[in-house]
């Protein structure tokens, strides 16, 4: 199997781009990616967009073969790559077994989703709920935020663990979001306080107080609330992939793709073994640790999928990070800051970097690649060297994890 | 580069399918191949499903996830891959990469779609043209019957050609869906005629006065009428690929896919530089014949895709069967047809099999499996040793080639 690495990276903007279309989003990232990689356009010979549904959110079909046109990549082969919110994590994959297997040279992913036009309430949430089951689950109400919430309350019941130490994820998440000039909200949650209080919404002696409002953070599926949620966003993210033998060549820091692992579990939620084991991460982690030849105690800094807070505090226990029940607490207690044991999220995450879904797969590589090269700025890990990634498609049922590490 | 080889094919009977949904025919093609194969289910590694709108059509994302599940192959890892109407060459693609690369040792790939319960008229038509660039011909009403008819003009009277000639094409294929238990329309020409005759609509000579007939067979995009368009059908179909190696471990007659291309030209189809010329198949075509050591010549067999009968006069010269403005002719003589100089479509084509979008680069593939096997009964090409496809995404802005021989 030839090695792959990854030679450039190119990310948006992520949040409200009310002025570029989703072709505009992907084209952005990619161009970005080409330019930072220093490769020649003509030499691509196969391209991957990642993306869950332009067909309705933007009535658009081919997206792939459109984007290589756009950018001036013909005659390279496109494909447009589906795997729910991990659509990107999919597309790296495609890219990745393109140059592994020898069938390209050099290979553009990129993921985006354009969605902050939609006007219409519900539609977004409603089309991301087309991943659940249409009789046992989506007929009966049952939606992404639901799971989350049924989630959540398991968790805290289980573990007991308090709603407090998932709210300290989103603060951690918002306070990373800050440092970083890509993200949807470039805010700490104290900022959202002061702004409050300055508008005359109230008063609150700390966070958790202010976090605890329903006027100011209201219930969107109990007990999850507003902070504990990611936003609808726009964005791209994009990666250039080369045979690693020839990675010198184009980029000085080539950072290598050591291990990807992918696994599924049951549809229907209620099928699982158990609601607080992310059963298919234990599985594509363990994949991806086995084939890079590491264990979580290798690894510098996490980009985990919080499209919910929990799911942060779960997936940091699965991955190998803490032991069952501990994630919630060790976030609590500081351990996934940047500086902790093990950074998590150092871009934001879904949480304040935003979530334009078939991007968020490509651009927690893309934030590895930044923090791996040195090149975080504010929010640089010190001295990562090696890290790994958590992308969901659908609750928890469709899961990839990607390894990367300096060459 | 792991050689990859197919040990099981699945093909669900295409046409209206009133009692199927997209999960049902996706589920059974695949228990089908995986029967065919004699695999066990929990060797699978990977799943890849083509399909290009369940979003639009069936309100399902994350068919891939769904299917392990539904089929019991929980943790292989799962994907959706979407390119327009070559949804299934693109997705037999990824599922070759898999093995190829190394990193899949047992791979299912299934290609389908549900079309034919939904009554909106247009709808179908409509969502197909969201391949079509939205500004420079969405906006101003062209739809892919619409290139098609222009192509047949411009065809036409380049190389002096007749429109009987691409009816021709539609009788063939007839005929040979005829031969085809799993085909649309078991039907030929000549039958539909009888029966119109029998009902009193009209007498007709012969078949070239009948297609000509506005009553029985009405203009859909001037100069192509209904018998030379594919039909809307529902179905699925799948394939078991594994590495060769192995594969005389599942299968006593395993066949090598020995080639893959795929290629992509200008969206807009003005923009080409030649109307008639094919350019992305003259490439991924070649691409076929240099991985797999062959030429046109070495051919017994071909699956073109004719959505519209011109495309397969076109596409039998790009491929590099004919000479350019040769291709109707050479059909209208027969040289297409069963015991023919090159047997195109003995399946019938998507003009007989019919065409469910993302199950036809799949089914082409299963055609040719079973005639390289000796399976394919009344339609059986003598000896076919070797065979190639082409499967369009979009209209010709991408294209796949995949070629195929016994090992």
Redesign the interface.
């Given at each position: 199997?030839?090695k792959v690495a990854i030679v450039g990276v190119g990310h948006t903007k992520f949040g409200k781009l009310q002025d570029k279309g989703l072709m505009d989003l992907l084209s952005d990232a990619s161009l970005e990616a080409i330019q930072d990689s220093n490769t020649s356009d003509k030499n691509f010979d196969?391209v991957y967009v990642g993306a869950?549904?332009p067909?309705?959110f933007n009535?658009?079909?081919?997206v792939?073969?459109?984007l290589?046109?756009?950018i001036g990549?013909?005659?390279?082969?496109?494909?447009?790559?589906?795997?729910?919110p991990a659509s990107g994590g999919?597309a790296v994959?495609?890219g990745?077994?393109?140059i592994?297997?020898?069938?390209s040279d050099l290979v553009l992913v990129v993921g985006g989703e354009k969605m902050t036009h939609i006007t219409t309430p519900g539609y977004v949430t409603a089309?991301?709920a087309?991943?659940t089951?249409?009789e046992a689950e989506r007929r009966h109400g049952a939606s992404l935020p639901s799971f989350a919430g049924l989630l959540t309350r398991a968790y805290l019941e289980k573990y007991d663990a308090k709603l407090e130490w998932i709210s300290d994820i989103a603060i951690k998440n918002h306070k990373n979001g800050a440092l970083n000039p890509n993200a949807h909200f470039q805010r700490t949650i104290e900022s959202f306080m002061e702004s409050a209080m300055k508008k005359g919404k109230g008063t609150w002696e700390n966070l958790h107080e202010f976090l605890n409002d329903d006027k100011t953070n209201p219930i969107i599926a109990d007990p999850l609330r507003l902070f504990h949620v990611c936003p609808i966003s726009d964005g791209a993210a994009a990666l250039v992939l080369c045979n690693a033998e020839e990675a010198k060549k184009y980029c000085d820091t080539p950072i290598l793709i050591s291990g990807?692992g992918?696994?599924?579990?049951?549809?229907?939620v209620f099928e699982r073994e158990e609601l607080t084991t992310l059963?298919?991460l234990r599985?594509?982690s363990n994949q991806a640790y086995k084939m890079a030849h590491k264990s979580p105690k290798d690894m510098d800094v996490a980009e985990l999928h919080d499209a919910f807070e929990i799911l942060e505090a779960v997936q940091s226990e699965d991955i190998g990070f803490f032991q069952k029940g501990e994630g919630a607490k060790a976030a609590h207690e500081g351990l996934t800051e940047i500086g902790g044991k093990i950074p998590i999220n150092p871009s934001g995450g879904l949480k304040a970097r935003g979530h334009p879904l078939g991007a968020t797969g490509v651009a927690q590589v893309v934030e590895l690649v930044w923090q791996l090269r040195g090149e975080a700025g504010k929010r640089q890990v010190d001295n990562a060297k090696t890290g790994i990634t958590c992308n969901f498609?659908?609750f928890g049922?469709?899961i990839l994890s990607i390894l990367v590490e300096r060459m």
């Open positions: 199997m030839n196969s869950m549904s067909s309705a009535n658009l079909s081919g792939a073969s459109a290589v046109d756009k990549l013909i005659p390279a082969a496109a494909d447009h790559i589906k795997n729910g999919s994959k495609a990745f077994q393109a592994a297997s020898g069938m089309n991301v087309t991943l089951h249409p990807i992918q696994a599924t579990d049951t549809q229907i059963k298919a599985i594509c498609g659908g049922n469709n």
